[in-house]
C-alpha cells in the first residue's frame, strides 16, 4: 500500500480511536482530570488503570467516533491544558512507580489563538524535557495518525509501536505539497518523499515495532498489543533507572544520524 492509501487509512471513519483501546486492553480504569493550572482538555485523555496484573497510567489523544464527540474532542488536536494534564499524570506514575502507555493519534495540537496564549510550545517543550528524564517506563503506540510536535508530546518513550497503517510525519502531508510544491494536489508525491509509514519510521529508527491490523477481530488484535507491552515493561523494568534513561537518550539522540561511504 502507497503512503498516501496508508494516510488515507489512518483518517478513515470507523477506524477505532484511543477510547476503544482503553475500553478493550484495561480493567477497572479511572479517568483523571485537569491540569491544576487552567481547566481539562478532553482531546487528551488520562488516568489509571490494570493492564492484565500491572497497574499502569495510561495517556492518550482521543479523536472521537461521531460528530458531536468530534467537535468535543477538538477532533483530537489537544490545547496546552491537555499536554499539562498528560504531563501531571507522567509524573504521578513516576512517583507510584507505574508503568506510563501512550496512545497517539492526532494530525497535531490546536494551533488557535487561544492555545498559543496559553503557552501552547511551552508545554510542549516541558513534556519533551520531563519525559527524557521521566524514571518509569514509558511505551508510546501510533495508532492513527502521528502529526508532529502534537503527536511527539506523549511520545519521548522506551518503545515506539505503530499500527501497519498508522503514518508519522513532521508536517502532514498536504501542508508539505502546499509549502513544497505550492499545489496541495501534490499531497500523494509529498505523502511519498516525507517517509511517513510505519515501515519507515522503523528503517529509520523512530519506531521499534509495527502492529499488525485486524479491526475485525479487535479483541484478539488488543490482546496481542498487551501482551508485547506486558514483554517490554518487564525488560524495562528490570533496567536500573539509570541505564534506562541512558538508552532512553541514546535512542533519540542516535536519530537522523547517517554515515556516508565513498563508492569503491
Not at 507522567?90 to 496512545?103: N, T
Not at 516541558?126 to 502521528?146: A, W
Not at 535512542?251 to 556516508?260: A, D, K, L, P, V
Amino acid at each position: 500500500m502507497a503512503a498516501y492509501q496508508k494516510l488515507k487509512a489512518a483518517r478513515a471513519n470507523g477506524r477505532p480511536t484511543a477510547s476503544a483501546y482503553i475500553r478493550q486492553m484495561f480493567e477497572n480504569t479511572l479517568e483523571l482530570h485537569g491540569d491544576r493550572k487552567f481547566g481539562d482538555d478532553p482531546a487528551m485523555l488520562g488516568g489509571v488503570g490494570w493492564l492484565g496484573d500491572l497497574p499502569v497510567t495510561y495517556i492518550a489523544i482521543e479523536k472521537g467516533d461521531s460528530t458531536q464527540e468530534r467537535i468535543r474532542r477538538n477532533f483530537g488536536c489537544p490545547k496546552p491544558e491537555g499536554y499539562r494534564k498528560a504531563l501531571r499524570l507522567m509524573q504521578q506514575a513516576e512517583k507510584f512507580h507505574r508503568p506510563v502507555v501512550c496512545l497517539v493519534d492526532t494530525s497535531g495540537a490546536y494551533c488557535g489563538e487561544d492555545a498559543e496564549q496559553r503557552g501552547q510550545g511551552q508545554a510542549i517543550a516541558d513534556n519533551l524535557l520531563h519525559m527524557m528524564q521521566l524514571q518509569t517506563p514509558v511505551i508510546s503506540v501510533v495508532i492513527g495518525e502521528g502529526g508532529s510536535g502534537g503527536a511527539l508530546g506523549i511520545a519521548v518513550a522506551d518503545r515506539v509501536y505503530m499500527l501497519e497503517n498508522a503514518v508519522y510525519s513532521v508536517i502532514s502531508p498536504e501542508g508539505c505539497a502546499s509549502i513544497i510544491w505550492k499545489d496541495a494536489g501534490m499531497v500523494a508525491q509529498a505523502a511519498e518523499h516525507l517517509r511517513i509509514t510505519a515501515t519507515d519510521m522503523v528503517e529509520l529508527g523512530v519506531a521499534e515495532r509495527v502492529i499488525p491490523e485486524n479491526f475485525e477481530q479487535f479483541d484478539q488484535m488488543c490482546e496481542q498489543l498487551k501482551t508485547q507491552l506486558l514483554s517490554d515493561f518487564a525488560a524495562l523494568s528490570a533496567l536500573p533507572a539509570e541505564q534506562m534513561l541512558q538508552q532512553r537518550y541514546a535512542r533519540f539522540r542516535s536519530i537522523g544520524q547517517y554515515q556516508e561511504t565513498e563508492n569503491a
